[in-house]
């Protein structure tokens, strides 16, 4: 089994466990032992339901700042790209490096034991509890919409879908007052925003006019500004549950299980897609 097909399996695991995209997205915010917060496709394969706390680690990370894994405990797992120099051929004498992903296995601090007053982990963990939400949805839609210029149009017919015109490049969503809440109708816009990076003149990952119904170039694409949405909602603090329904996170599954570079490509374009939104001048 490739990387690809571990991570895979790992996250349709964790979406049959959870449910909702939410549910796995917006739980925790892992981090590594270390401080470095866990960002894409991680943020998925660290879910677990079982673990309350948002710490986690390798092995040798663990032993490192004092503390030991318990006797049984199954690690899980975390993917991260890396380089590598292919070896000179007499069709290739000068390669270029490549990206592969590489697997790391980890371990979550309610699996491990550490003396008691552990200082560095108390400190750790003081400063997750002081952790502030980025920005204010509102905030995030506004500076973006602003700085990209993109028309925002308020549709009053409920029966209307929302969505992101390429061409024009324009976001249609109903008006507020029509959403079930505030975070209904952010979460709504995020998923448009995250299609809305995709244009030629910002991330370039589609064409104008390109991305057909039913094709899998849309269907990834769907995927990418769900997973951005999510991301976006959990930066912003929204608990948007209502667009999560069990059917909707099912009818997933079969595509990630037949296309297993979906769920990676889908989370790294999301993740660049977010800081695109959320960072100026992030490309």
């Given amino acids: 089994m490739n990387s690809y097909e571990q991570i895979t399996k790992q996250i349709i695991k964790n979406l049959e466990q959870a449910n909702t995209w939410v549910d796995m997205i917006n739980a925790q915010n892992p981090i590594n032992i270390t401080g470095r917060p866990y960002n894409g496709i991680n943020i998925m394969l660290l879910f677990n339901s079982e673990h309350k706390s948002r710490i986690w680690g390798t092995f040798n990370q663990i032993i490192k700042h004092g503390g030991k894994i318990k006797k049984g405990q199954k690690s899980s797992i975390v993917g991260f790209w890396s380089k590598y120099q292919p070896k000179p051929t007499k069709e290739d004498k000068k390669p270029k490096e490549l990206w592969y992903l590489k697997i790391y296995r980890v371990f979550n601090v309610d699996q491990c034991e550490f003396i008691e007053g552990n200082e560095y982990l108390e400190h750790l963990q003081g400063k997750l509890n002081e952790d502030p939400i980025s920005a ?5 839609i ?13 549709n009053k017919k409920p029966q209307t879908l929302p969505f992101y ?11 507020r007052s029509l959403y079930k809440s505030n975070d209904e109708y952010y979460m709504t816009l995020f998923h448009e925003l995250t299609h809305s990076t995709g244009h ?6 589609f064409e104008v006019g390109s991305s057909k119904f039913g094709t899998q170039e849309y269907s990834l694409e769907e995927l990418v500004a769900e ?8 930066e912003t603090g929204l608990n948007p549950d209502f667009l999560n329904s069990v059917g909707y996170i099912k009818h997933w599954i079969p595509s990630l299980k037949e296309h297993p570079r979906w769920i990676v490509s889908a989370a790294s374009k999301a993740e660049k897609a977010v800081a695109f939104i959320m960072v100026p001048n992030s490309r």
């Fill in 136 to 140: 204010l949805p509102s905030e995030v």
């Fill in 142 to 154: 506004s500076d973006y919409l602003s700085r990209e210029d993109i028309t925002l149009q308020t």
């Fill in 165 to 175: 015109s390429p061409k024009k490049d324009l976001i249609s969503i109903t008006q």
């Fill in 200 to 205: 030629p003149k910002r991330l370039n990952r």
């Fill in 227 to 234: 997973i951005g949405a999510n991301f976006l909602s959990a």
